[in-house]
């Protein structure tokens, strides 16, 4: 069982930066691939960016490619999603998720979920 807590949400302005973090606790955290999915009021949940066990393979979803940047510490066992250029539409929940092995863009093979950090762009 992995455990995952993100922090790092916040009210903020369009064009501004900000960091989140998901801290995990639990064993043989380098086994599973790591991602980002985020869901506004009233919209599905949508895949944002994911990264291979290793880190060395990372995807992102159109909307946020080129303005944010997935890592990994294996030893700290933390995911770091570095997000610039927000604009309003980047407002919405941001939720941390595990899933063993492959990485995946599909949030039903994910099996460990964070509770949600809030991210707020004002226009």
Known sequence: QLYLVESGGALVQA???????CEASGPAFISYAMAWFRQAPGKDR??????????ATTVYADSVKGRF???RDN???????????????????YYCA???MRLSQSEN??????QGT??????
């Open 69 to 71: 940047t997935i890592s």
């Open 109 to 114: 093979e994910y099996t460990y979920w964070g």
């Open 98 to 100: 595990a899933r063993r």
């Open 15 to 21: 064009g501004d930066s900000l960091n989140l973090s």
């Open 75 to 93: 030893t700290k066992m933390t995911v770091l999603l570095e997000m610039n250029s927000l604009k309003p539409d980047d407002t919405a929940v």
């Open 46 to 55: 949508e895949f944002v960016s994911a990264v291979s066990l290793g880190g």
């Open 118 to 123: 809030q991210v707020t762009v004002s226009s």
